[in-house]
């Protein structure tokens, strides 16, 4: 089945930086475009990021972009979200979630499976 | 920028009962691109209905999607007691390749 695991989460001073991890399995890793998305503690869901199955072209929210990069490693089945720069509002739990399946409607852009999550705070 | 908003911001039923959730887009959009997702307490969202009207993989079919240009509803026929969450819609833009949340209606037990 599909699986996907964040990791990399904790606790970093404003300013610092932060990798995070998601560990794919249970599908063609390749073949699917990824993306992290994030919930501020009691708050809705923002977009964050996604990576085509390549690794090229990426897109970020307007929040993140020149702050945050998104790669994968497709031998690992790993996509990264490397975080610098990281300001208090970045406090969130990330989520990665894998994007449709374009090969069934190509019209696929929503998330069907989830991670659980991994908690970012950015605090002195 | 599309923006989508949500109303109402709560809505409190009982089980049995019907629940209709309403989602607008600040301008016309393509209806293939809009989705809803359930996420209870302390857990992942999930996906119920993409293409605005598809229900996903396991959705009991008591969830149904309707709706076009910016107008899209979710409705629940006859609720559950793990139907109680908070749902959200959600928008991708082609142009230039953003997905975007509405800020969600929660769902609770009158």
């Known amino acids: 089945q599909v699986q996907l695991v964040e990791s990399g989460g904790g606790l970093v001073k404003p300013g610092g930086s932060l990798r995070l991890s998601c560990a794919a399995s249970g599908f063609i890793f390749s073949d699917f475009y990824i993306s992290w998305i994030r919930q501020a503690p009691g708050k809705g869901l923002e977009w964050v990021s996604y990576i085509t199955g390549g690794g090229d072209p990426v897109y970020y929210a307007d929040s993140v972009k020149g702050r945050f990069t998104i790669s994968r490693d497709n031998t690992k089945k790993t996509v990264y979200l490397q975080m610098n720069s990281l300001r208090a509002e970045d406090t969130a739990v990330y989520y990665c979630a894998r994007i449709g399946d374009f090969a069934r409607w190509r019209s696929s852009f929503y998330f069907d499976h989830w991670g659980q999550g991994t908690l970012v705070t950015v605090s002195s | 920028e599309i923006v989508l908003t949500q109303s109402p911001g709560t809505l409190s039923l009982s089980p049995g009962e019907r629940a209709t959730l309403s989602c607008r887009a600040s301008?016309?959009?393509?209806?293939?691109?809009l989705a809803w997702y359930q996420q209870n307490r302390g857990q992942a969202p999930r996906l119920l209905i993409y293409?605005?009207?598809t229900r996903a993989t396991g959705i009991p079919d008591r969830f149904s999607g309707s709706g076009s240009g910016t107008d899209f509803t979710l409705t629940i026929s006859r609720l559950e007691p793990e139907d109680f969450a908070v749902y959200y819609c959600?928008?991708?833009?082609?142009?230039?390749?953003?997905?975007?949340f509405g800020p969600g209606t929660k769902v609770d037990i009158k």
């Open positions: 959600q928008h991708y833009d082609t142009s230039p390749g953003r997905f975007t």
């Open positions: 301008q016309s959009v393509n209806s293939n691109y």
């Open positions: 293409g605005a009207s």
